[in-house]
Every structure is written in C-alpha cells, then in structure tokens.
C-alpha cells in the first residue's frame, strides 16, 4: 500500500508496480486530501488511511484506475464498495457504488489530480 506523496504521472504509476491489467484499487481522502493505493480491496486502503494518518470514514471514497485507458474517464472510476456506506452517511438512502453527490464526485477529482497527472 502508498500513500502519494508527489504527483506522478501515469506512466509512473505503471512503474511503480505490476498492476494486473493496468487496474489499481485507490482511496482519496477529501479532507486530508491524501490518495492511497496498491491493495485488494478498498476497504484495506481506508484502515491503511485511518491507521497511518487518522483518516475518517466519511471522508474516505473509493476509486479504481484503468491505466491502459487513454482518457481520463476512462482511467478514473469511482466504483467500490465503500461508496456505498459513505453514500449512505451522506444522506443517500439506497447508496450506490459510484459518488453519488457531484460535489463530492468534483472534490474527489480535484483532489486525485492533485497527485496524478492524466
């Protein structure tokens, strides 16, 4: 599991482990605007998050990458299972995989872009 700590490109990210297929599961912290990635599961880098840098669940949302995609909504998707309990803390009742509210779907795309370069 990493924690970004400087904005790396796509091809980067290529480098920095064999992803299987190109697909890496994140988590970007809204509040502390931290992204991790590099875990099975997303819920992992949500504890990983909280453990190493007291992140809260409501802040956290996850997110995959598709590194061999060439545009950015193709590379970027906000699927997981976590989504749909912060979905539901933030008031969205049936939930849902994806970010449900736009301004928290605009939010977590500025924070990403913070530290990956599309």
């Known amino acids: 599991m990493i924690i970004l700590d400087r904005k790396y490109s796509i091809k980067e990210l290529h480098e920095i482990n064999s992803f299987v297929n190109g697909f890496i599961k994140d988590v ?8 991790a990635l590099d875990a099975d599961m997303h819920y992992e880098l949500a504890d990983y998050l909280k453990e190493q ?3 809260k669940e409501i802040d956290m949302w996850g ?3 598709w590194l061999n995609s060439q545009l950015m909504d193709e590379i970027l998707e906000y699927d997981s299972f976590i989504n749909i309990h912060n979905n539901q803390l933030h008031g969205f009742l049936r939930g849902g995989m994806g970010i449900l509210d736009a301004g ?15």
């Open 104 to 118: 928290i779907r605009a939010k977590a795309t500025e924070v990403i872009c913070k530290w990956i370069q599309f």
């Open 28 to 35: 970007v912290d809204l509040d502390k605007e931290l992204v």
């Open 53 to 55: 840098r007291g992140s």
């Open 63 to 65: 997110f995959n990458l």
